[in-house]
């Protein structure tokens, strides 16, 4: 792609933000869609992140994406918010607009339609989810978007859960260990703590066998390594189970067509998850 003088910015706020994938997915996008746009990636402290966003609305910078830490602490800085992002308590997407910035959150977006092919074991179902951090509170709205009847919430700290999510009389939180008080079926389970994460591949959240036994399917939103313990404990008890690098690519389109009102279609999404893979795993395999 050529830049020019009528080439867009948008970016990455985090910090750090050096081994982002962001750049790969966006610019990725912006050829395939024929967008002119380059998109980067802006170290940035918390202390500095006030000018930030009053500098880059003065330069028109189209949008951004804001990652850790600066997921909720941005919000006062925004001039509106999606409903969907209020609900959630925090943003990944901040789009220009005539007063400022406007916050989104595509993660919940992201993780319903990598989760679209567990839609049956969703929809007026009972699921579970593990963890309450950040990530933990897109992928709850997503499930009762996509029409769970009820989360069974497995924390280590239940207290922690409570207090984020005990409001919501839909949501049952239970210790790590409180799975055998779930009652004995198939589940499709949510894992959304960092346990499992590179380079400390060999632990799960929950090590006991049987609670595999209760797990239909899953989603780890971990994407390395591509099978973490947790899915291949699914998988031994005869489970389905992906990985997160679906819901990295799908928040990803659906930022970009907040930014750029494009939807990116079937070949372009094809073209950035093969370099992804390849990036991310070292092959152009794509098991999704
Ligand atoms: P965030 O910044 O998103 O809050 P985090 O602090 O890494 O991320 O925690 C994310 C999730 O992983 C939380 O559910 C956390 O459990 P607690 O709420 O009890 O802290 C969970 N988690 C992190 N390390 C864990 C561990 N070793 N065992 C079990 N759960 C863990």
Redesign the pocket.
């Known amino acids: 792609m050529e830049v020019d003088g009528k080439t867009k910015v948008c970016a990455l706020l985090g910090d750090p933000v050096e081994h982002t994938l962001s750049p790969l997915l966006h610019n990725s996008f912006g050829e395939s869609e024929k967008v002119n746009v380059v998109y980067t990636a802006f170290n940035v402290k918390k202390e500095g992140l006030e000018a930030a966003l009053k500098g880059a609305f003065a330069l028109g910078i189209r949008g951004f994406n804001v990652t850790?830490p600066h997921k909720e602490s941005v919000i006062p800085f925004l001039s509106g918010m999606d409903p969907l992002a209020e609900r959630i308590g925090a943003v990944n997407t901040l789009a220009l607009t005539d007063k400022g910035y406007k916050g989104y959150n595509t993660d919940a977006t992201g993780f319903m339609r990598s989760a679209l092919g567990f839609e049956d074991e969703i929809r007026d179902r009972e699921v579970i989810m593990i963890?309450?951090?950040?990530?933990?509170n897109a992928v709850l709205c997503g499930l009762y978007e996509l029409g769970a009847k009820r989360v069974y919430i497995l924390?280590?700290?239940a207290a922690?859960?409570e207090a984020k999510f005990g409001s919501d009389k839909r949501n049952v939180i239970l210790p790590?260990e409180g799975f055998r008080d779930i009652p004995d079926n198939k589940y499709f389970c949510a894992q959304?703590?960092?346990?499992g994460l590179s380079p400390n591949d060999e632990?799960a959240?929950i090590e006991d066998k049987d609670f595999y036994k209760m797990i239909g399917s899953a989603i780890d939103i971990i994407y390395k390594p591509e099978e973490t313990r947790f899915m291949r404990m699914v998988r031994e008890k005869g489970g389905r189970a992906e990985n997160g690098l679906p819901m990295l690519l799908f928040q990803a389109v659906e930022s970009f067509r907040i930014y750029h009102g494009v939807t990116v279609g079937e070949e372009g999404i094809k073209e950035a998850k093969d370099r992804l893979y390849r990036k991310v795993y070292g092959n152009g395999k794509n098991s999704t």
Request: glycine share 16%; with cysteine.
């Open positions: 850790v963890g309450a951090g950040g990530a933990a924390n280590r700290s922690k859960a790590l959304c703590t960092s346990v632990a959240p």
